[in-house]
């Protein structure tokens, strides 16, 4: 097992910790569901580096890398969504949640017709996932309604818009072969 694909596990591994730590009825268990979040989030930038600096790019890695993000956004928003207890919290957690099922279906379906490099990871993309977990940490680490926690607010509104730009972006790469096969 290489060690890009270690911090991976470490990464899926962190979920459920965030999940304990975040329900701990402690004044310290929010900051440290941030930190937990944000070493996971660097485990993300991290373990794709090291794969590519030391070639060790595996089927095992492509595979589990975008479910232990998926999984590890996902369960963050559900958390933040249950804090936050409004509308504005919810509308773009799931219009991230929402994108993040579209994009891996289309992936999966691109792949088994042998055109994955048509939506491969642009720009866009991975400007909204660096918006993306900075707006989650933040909106874990500050109390909803401070300062900090409206700024985390408003950059998940950032990346939603981002979110539903990549998503456009792919599927307009998609979009021949998904007409071609109607």
Partial sequence: MSIPNIL????????????VCFYLP?????????LLFALAAITDWFDGYLARLWNQTTPFG??????????????ALGLL??????????IPSLVIIGREIVISALREWMAEIGKRGSVAVSWVGKLKTAAQMLALFMLLFFAP??????????????????TLWSMISYLRAAWPELVRSV
């Fill in 8 to 19: 991976t596990l470490i990464r899926i591994l962190f979920i459920p910790l965030l999940v």
């Fill in 62 to 75: 492509a595979f589990l890398d975008p479910v232990a993000d998926k999984l590890m956004v996902a369960v």
């Fill in 81 to 90: 969504i249950e804090r936050y207890d409004s509308l504005w919290m919810t």
């Fill in 26 to 34: 402690y004044a310290w268990s929010l900051p440290l569901t941030a």
């Fill in 145 to 162: 309604g401070s300062v900090g926690g409206d700024a985390g607010l408003a950059l998940l509104y950032i990346s939603a818009v981002l």
